[in-house]
């Protein structure tokens, strides 16, 4: 029985283990992310929602999903006969509207968009993969957004030597990022007589990323009451993708 306690499966007090299997806990935050419900709507196959909501804030708090989430994008690229470590990435935002719960003091209006809400500001490396996430007020500049989110990057991988992004991050941005963290910004522009849908080089790459989000129920919207939250909840919907695509056999040895 998936929701059966079992004693010793814990991650965190020590001297007061968890109560409930660890996969039971993860397969329900995958179910609610995946799904889009209400924590207190959780069904009764998958272990109490309380207990379910304080493994995710455990796991929030304490960084452990992003380290589950890099674990899974290290298996991927050197699956992918790739270097666990990225060479290059995209950065790129996304707003999304905010739900009742998230309070003003975390959310703006997007006047180029026309969404009143939260921003997704997010670089993925060459293959679509996440490699660092900030959540901000809709109305918070990318560059500026974009500064705080490529220092936390680099500082995580070293190895990271270029990022492409559009033209809203042109600017002292690109200076700063040079001189500051030894990171080129490469600008890919749209051109001034196209017209229409047109594929950009390498920009497609990070608005594949944004499609996979919007079909995780749970970001149709930010429902979070904090930025931490939504920013856990997008290394969850990247954990569900990573998963499933690592479930599959490899062509290779098909």
């Excluded at 007589?193 to 499609?211: H, N």
Aim: a positive charge; charged letters at 30%.
């Amino acid at each position: 029985m998936a929701g059966r306690r079992v004693r010793g499966h814990g991650g965190g007090n020590p001297r007061q283990p968890e109560a409930y299997c660890h996969r039971a806990i993860l397969d329900a935050v995958r179910y609610l992310v995946d799904n889009g419900i209400k924590w207190r709507a959780m069904p009764a196959d998958f272990p109490p929602w309380d207990r379910v909501y304080a493994f995710f804030r455990r796991w929030r708090d304490h960084v452990l999903v992003k380290e589950f989430h890099d674990r899974l994008r290290s298996r991927i690229r050197e699956r992918e006969g790739r270097d666990s470590e990225p060479t290059a990435g995209v950065i790129d935002s996304q707003p999304v509207k905010a739900d009742a719960v998230v309070g003003s003091d975390s959310r703006g209006f997007d006047g180029g968009k026309l969404i009143k809400g939260r921003k997704r500001h997010v670089v993925v490396d060459t293959l679509g993969l996440l490699l660092g996430v900030v959540v901000t007020a809709a109305d918070t500049g990318d560059r500026a957004a974009a500064q705080v989110l490529l220092e936390q990057v680099a500082d995580a991988h070293h190895r990271l030597a270029l990022v492409w992004a559009d033209g809203g991050y042109t600017g002292s941005l690109v200076e700063y990022c040079l001189a500051t963290i030894a990171l080129v910004l490469a600008i890919v522009k749209r051109s001034d007589d196209m017209r229409g849908f047109v594929v950009l080089p390498k920009r497609w790459i990070v608005e594949r990323l944004f499609a996979h989000l919007m079909r995780t129920r749970r970001l149709v919207r930010d429902f979070e009451r904090r930025t931490t939250s939504a920013e856990a909840m997008v290394y969850w919907s990247m954990i569900l993708l990573m998963t499933r695509r690592l479930a599959r056999p490899h062509p290779a040895r098909a």
